[in-house]
């Protein structure tokens, strides 16, 4: 499975057959995270998977994740320190989430209902690191639980917003169409497809796709982002459509790198996060 398979074939799942990771898979998934604790703008990205027993799952599922979870005996824990460090974050689990998807282990993005002293606790984080999400992984459940159902719906997991509202060309005078994006078309569109809190697809995306340049802009929903005090989940979004952007170009052979210092002039409200400068672009 190539990256861009991944990601249109990755589902969030919260219903698992509550057995433990086989050693085989435990084995690439160790690999995995020490391959993507450093996100593209230098944050330490500290990542560690922890393994329950059944009991401890079941305490998890009815205390920590708030009944979310269901049969999950294993559990990505990241955690990050630093300005900006929630968008490295994103980047480098979604890197994870996507290795985890072909390897055929189900995860889901959690980001506002669990515990974040327990698994700080149980993954022995350091004290002033922040733990902004965390996933289960394993074997999903053949049937989904009635949670997991109402779940998907209320967050809206089926939808998505089309281009004209996400993706512009210069300053966002006129949307960007597929056909003007030429050879970018696939990576904006696994943008698009990317997941985030609540489904609220927090990203815009300005381009000059002749010169090979994207400017993502983060659209904040303040409201939202106080409902968790200590993380900005949308932050953490934004670096997921970065890592989905970042993995398509460079499949398909559109080589590039992120800038932070290359701001545009952007339509009033929207936070400037980074962009990416193709390699024909670079003076």
Not at 19 to 42: H, M, N, T, W, Y
Not at 160 to 165: A, D, G, N, Q, S
Not at 269 to 276: D, N, Q, T
Request: aromatic share 8%; with cysteine.
């Amino acid at each position: 499975m190539t990256d861009i398979e991944a990601i249109r074939a990755r589902r969030s799942v919260r219903s698992f057959d509550g057995k433990g990771l086989e050693d085989g898979a435990r084995s690439a998934l160790q690999r995995i995270l020490e391959s993507s604790r450093v996100g593209p703008f230098g944050s330490d990205v500290g990542l560690a998977l922890v393994d329950l027993s059944e009991d401890e799952g079941a305490f998890l599922r009815a205390k920590v994740t708030y009944g979310v979870i269901h049969g999950a005996r294993s559990y990505v824990v990241g955690s990050v320190a630093g300005p900006r460090a929630t968008v490295d974050f994103g980047h480098c689990l979604e890197r994870v989430i996507l290795e985890a998807t072909k390897l055929g282990l189900g995860t889901c993005w959690i980001g506002g209902t669990f515990h974040r002293s327990a698994f700080a606790e149980r993954a022995r984080v350091e004290e002033g690191r922040l733990i902004p999400c965390v996933t289960p992984v394993g074997v999903a459940a053949q049937t989904k639980s009635l949670t997991e159902r109402a779940m998907r719906v209320l967050a809206g997991s089926s939808g998505r917003l089309p281009w004209r509202e996400l993706f512009f060309a210069d300053a966002g005078a006129a949307p960007l169409s597929p056909e003007a994006a030429g050879a970018f078309a696939e990576p904006l569109e696994c943008v698009r497809l990317a997941p985030s809190a609540a489904n609220k697809q927090p990203w815009r995306v300005f381009s000059d796709p002749k010169a090979s340049t994207f400017h993502f802009a983060l659209s904040r929903q303040h409201v939202y982002d106080r409902s968790i005090s200590t993380v900005s989940l949308q932050e953490v979004d934004l670096g997921i459509a970065l890592c989905h952007f970042e993995l398509a170009c460079r499949e398909r052979k559109l080589e590039g790198s992120w800038r932070r210092d290359a701001q545009p002039k952007l339509p009033e409200g929207l936070e400037y996060i980074a962009s990416w400068i193709g390699e024909r672009s670079h003076p």
